[in-house]
């Protein structure tokens, strides 16, 4: 028969349980730390209103009131009635407005990177978070806003004899009147806020 030899278990010396267990959990903390790093930046979205029926979608023009806030609390701009093309306002801006409802108000904050990265946009300095409150009004498809602008640019010609362009304001009648004269804005998050020729940060 084999004769089994024992050795007995040395007791761990005091203390120093704890420090693995500090080990153990540095490398934990490490890990969880470079998980959280590697998460994309998200809009935060929080409702204030809840909306009802359907959300608008990347090829939509969204009627919205509106007010833009830094993180000191100045507010750099701020519209009743503004209509803006998803795809023509910065990366934040259209994710939020992607997730909202039609007669919804929502608190919205977009992180700089989102937003205008490390530029100056007008009032808002280089990297900056900014906050909004958002009521989505109304949203359109955009192509069949372009459709009844050229419909009504074509009227408006027929009723001049063809004489003259198009009086001003006419091409901005969609989304029952809310755009004030003039063309879809396509660099707008909001307009006043962009520094003079520059488009949105994509």
Request: charged letters at 15%; hydrophobic letters at 40%.
């Amino acid at each position: 028969m084999t004769e089994i030899t024992r050795v007995p278990l040395q007791p761990i010396a005091k203390g120093s349980l704890s420090k693995m267990w500090l080990g153990v959990l540095a490398v934990v903390l490490a890990a969880c730390g470079i998980a959280w790093a590697a998460l994309p930046v998200a809009v935060s979205i929080k409702t204030l209103i809840p909306g009802t029926g359907a959300s608008p979608t990347l090829d939509d023009v969204a009627l919205i009131k509106y007010k833009g806030t830094l993180p000191d609390g100045k507010v750099f701009d701020e519209q009743e009635r503004a209509a803006f093309p998803l795809q023509g306002v910065v990366p934040g801006f259209t994710k939020a407005l992607l997730q909202m409802q039609k007669g919804g108000k929502y608190k919205v904050l977009i992180p700089s990177s989102l937003a205008y990265g490390d530029k100056q946009a007008g009032p808002i300095p280089p990297n900056t978070d900014l906050t909004f409150e958002i009521e989505l009004i109304d949203f359109r498809n955009r192509a069949e806003i372009e459709q009844q602008q050229a419909m009504m640019q074509q009227l408006q010609q027929q009723e001049h004899g063809g004489r003259g362009a198009p009086q001003p304001g006419a091409e901005g009648q969609m989304l029952g009147g809310a755009m004030p004269g003039g063309p879809m804005s396509e660099g707008a998050m909001p307009e006043s806020a962009m520094p003079q020729g520059a488009g949105p940060a994509q």
